[in-house]
């Protein structure tokens, strides 16, 4: 395995390539190792059905191709036996939730607190704004679950008596209300009724007592969603509204992760695990693809850069502060580097909050790739992406027009 020391890189000598992609919305990079210690680089457009189904599979196919002398058929699984490793950064997840394309969402929430979410934590941003725009969120549909638990209060005057269980935290609760199952089966039929196959659980207080999401888990998963994230297992924290936040990102975007990795496994012989394949999480570490989800991977792609640029460019010695800007065909991140990496735990991301771990990074929807429009009299740019596929007009895909197109019409496009 590579090992890093100050700004030099070590590569181990196992006789096998070793591949670090970025997998971003426009193009992909892949840098590969080589035995014997040649390093090789390629970039390919992350889309293009026309010549390939997945760029970075594809990217890796072309490296051996060319390194061993082998042919490998595109419609052939790639032998594994010749990598030693495979780690990848990407943006699908980013883009996903810029762009609005992540999976259609129902929330289970409890009942009586069905507008938490819409209402939200009322920070104005932007105290003078006489426009103000109300977040958007993310499910389409919600199922209030009929059930409550509070927190046991000692100078509590109501004479009642209710079960007591103590949550993980050590706090005593009681149990003023156990899951309506029949209800709750009859709200969750609605909603696969209308296709809906995603479902964040959000439950009053289940960061520290989590038997009622695990209960209403299990009854969707017996129903048919397909996905079912539980606000417990995603971030178990206090306040309900952001660990809302975090599971329906979670819910949102992590059936559209799997399915991406499912297609990039599918092109291996043996699938994945006779590989070491990781991926980067939204803190900077690294996580195999089984445990990969949404709520930690909306980062994956500027993360990697972050790690880059702070091991090959700051100055030990000089310890200046480095600012990291990274433009690219879908959007654009910045960050900083002085010595150690900065991390946050609460963050907002087009306009979603997620409460998890994550390098401090600001993105934004402009990107090359983002499209032009002339609406009410006025020129706007994205958030929509044309991608790699069509891509820009000046891709001659049949795309729209583009960021990239106006730079290439100013001139300001270097054909080198």
């Known amino acids: 395995m590579a090992q890093v020391t100050g700004n030099r890189i070590f590569k181990s000598s196992f006789g096998k390539f070793q591949f670090a992609i970025d997998r971003g919305g426009t193009f992909t990079d892949i840098f590969a190792y080589c035995p014997g210690g040649k390093t090789k680089v ?7 059905p026309t010549n390939y189904a997945d760029a970075p599979r594809e990217g890796i196919r072309r490296i051996l191709e060319e390194e061993t002398g082998i042919k490998m058929p595109a419609s052939v699984p790639l032998d594994c036996s010749q990598i030693d490793w495979i780690r990848m950064g990407t943006t699908v997840a980013t883009n996903a939730l810029l762009e ?34 109300c977040p958007g969120v993310l499910y389409e549909e919600i199922v209030e679950v009929d059930e409550r638990v509070v927190l046991q209060q000692e100078k509590c005057q109501l ?41 964040a659980v959000v439950l009053m207080h289940s960061y520290t007592f989590d038997g009622h999401e ?31 936040y975090t599971a329906c990102a979670d819910g949102y975007l992590t059936p559209h992760i799997k399915r991406y990795v499912k297609n990039f496994s599918a092109g291996f012989s043996g699938g994945l695990e ?19 989800f949404g709520s930690r991977a909306i980062l994956s792609g500027p993360a990697g850069g972050v790690v880059g640029f702070a091991m090959t460019t700051y100055n030990e010695q000089a310890k200046m502060p480095v600012i990291g800007f990274d433009m690219g065909g879908t959007s654009t991140d910045v960050s900083r580097y002085a010595g150690s ?58 795309g729209p027009l583009c960021v990239t197109d106006a730079n290439l019409c100013l001139g300001r496009l270097l054909p080198e």
């Open 159 to 199: 004479q009642k008596s209710h079960p007591i269980v103590v949550g993980s935290t050590k706090e005593k609760l009681e149990v003023w209300k156990a899951v309506n199952e029949m209800q709750l089966r009859q709200d969750l039929q609605r909603v696969l009724d209308k296709g809906i196959r995603s479902l």
């Open 274 to 292: 006779k590989m070491k394949v990781l991926f980067m999480q939204s803190d900077g570490g690294l996580a195999p693809s089984e445990k990969f």
């Open 214 to 244: 695990k209960h209403v888990g299990r009854i969707a998963r017996e129903m048919g969603f397909q996905q079912v994230s539980l606000s417990s297992e995603v971030m178990p924290m206090v306040r309900l509204v952001p660990r809302g």
């Open 100 to 133: 609005r394309k992540g999976e259609r969402l129902a929330l289970a929430i409890t009942a009586g607190f069905k507008d938490a979410l819409h209402i939200g934590n009322q920070s104005r941003p932007s105290i003078f704004d006489l426009t103000v725009r």
């Open 341 to 398: 990496y900065e991390h946050v735990f609460e963050t907002t991301t087009a306009g979603v909050t997620i409460q998890a771990p994550q390098l401090d990074i600001n993105t934004v929807a402009a990107g090359g790739g983002s499209m032009l429009f002339y609406r009410a009299g006025m020129f706007v740019i994205g958030p929509e992406s044309a991608g790699a596929h069509p891509g820009p007009t000046c891709y001659r895909k049949g």
């Open 42 to 48: 390629m970039k390919l457009l992350s889309e293009d």
